[in-house]
C-alpha cells in the first residue's frame, strides 16, 4: 500500500488488510484521535475489506480508545468490510470483557485465527 | 496535609500534555512502593479517565481554568483526588454504557471504568470533584 501513517503499519494481504500500531503504549488520550483519524483513513481507501487490528503492541487503553474503535467499527460496517480485533493482551482483553464490548466486536486470539476468520468469509 | 489525606498537590491547567506530569508522579509512586503491575494498570486507567474528564467535561478545555490533583501513595493504598472547576454534574445520569441499547455509543465508558477498577470511587456533592482509592493487595 502506498500509503504511509505515522502511527500505524498496514500491510494488504489478500485476504485482509492486517493493521499494527507503530508504537507502544501509543494509545492513550493524546494521540488517540490523529490514529483515529489514520485508522479511519485506512477503512476509507480500502472499503468492503476485512481489517484486522492486532493489539500485540497494545500496553495501554482508555475510554476515548474505545470509542475511536467504535466508529471505526461502524464505518467499516457502512461499506459492508469488517473489523476484526487481534492478539489482545489479557489486561486489556479484560477491558473489552467489563465494557461487554466484546459482544459488539469481532475478537480472535491470534493474528492466525483472525487471518483465518477472514479467510473463511472472503 | 489536606483534609482529604492527600499530601502531594498539582495544580494543571486544563490540557491533556499538562495531565501528564501527574500520572507520571502518580506512577513513579507507585513503583516505588511495590504495587503490582495489574493495580498500576487499574490506577493508571482511573487516573487518566478522571483527569480526562476533569479537562474535557468539567473545564472544557477552558485555558483559564484549573485541574487540581491531589494524591498520597503508601505501601497499603493509594489515594487520588481530582478536582476542576467546572459547573460539575450528577454521576448517576450517565447511561448504562453495557446495556444492549447503548454498547455502540462511542462515548460514556470512563465513569464505569474508574467504578471497576478502584476500590473506592466517590464523587462530591457538586460532582466537580472525585476521590479515588485502590488498595494494594501485594501488602494483604
Known amino acids: 500500500m502506498a500509503d504511509t501513517y505515522q502511527h500505524l503499519r498496514v500491510n494488504d494481504l489478500t485476504r485482509a488488510v492486517v493493521i499494527e500500531f507503530a508504537e507502544r503504549k501509543i494509545l492513550e488520550e493524546l494521540s488517540i484521535v490523529e490514529i483515529g483519524e489514520e485508522l479511519s483513513q485506512v477503512a476509507g481507501s480500502l472499503p468492503g475489506r476485512t481489517l484486522i487490528i492486532s493489539f500485540a503492541n497494545v500496553d495501554h487503553l482508555s475510554s476515548a480508545t474505545l470509542g475511536m474503535l467504535i466508529k471505526l467499527r461502524e464505518q ?8 476484526i480485533l487481534a492478539d489482545i493482551k489479557p489486561q486489556i482483553l479484560e477491558v473489552f470483557k467489563i465494557t461487554k464490548l466484546n459482544r459488539l466486536f469481532e475478537i480472535c486470539d491470534t493474528m492466525g485465527a483472525a487471518l483465518d476468520k477472514a479467510g473463511r468469509q472472503s | 496535609m489536606s483534609s482529604d489525606g492527600c499530601i502531594n498537590e498539582l495544580l494543571i491547567p486544563s490540557d491533556l500534555l499538562a495531565a501528564k506530569q501527574p500520572e507520571q508522579e502518580i506512577l513513579a509512586a507507585l513503583q516505588r512502593f511495590g504495587y503490582p503491575d495489574q493495580a498500576i494498570f487499574a490506577i493508571n486507567l482511573a487516573v487518566e479517565e478522571a483527569l480526562v474528564n476533569a479537562i474535557k467535561h468539567g473545564n472544557r478545555s477552558d485555558p483559564a481554568k484549573n485541574i487540581s490533583v491531589r494524591y ?12 476542576d472547576e467546572g459547573t460539575g454534574f450528577c454521576p448517576a445520569s450517565v447511561p448504562d454504557c453495557t446495556a444492549e441499547e447503548n454498547l455502540s455509543r462511542p462515548c460514556g465508558r470512563g465513569i464505569m471504568l474508574m467504578r471497576t477498577y478502584m476500590d473506592q470511587v466517590h464523587y462530591s456533592r457538586k460532582g466537580n470533584m472525585v476521590r479515588m482509592v485502590k488498595y494494594n493487595r501485594a501488602q494483604s
Open chain 2, 72 to 83: 498520597d501513595v503508601n505501601a497499603t493504598r493509594a489515594i487520588i483526588v481530582i478536582a
Open chain 1, 76 to 83: 467499516v460496517a457502512r461499506t459492508n468490510g469488517q473489523l
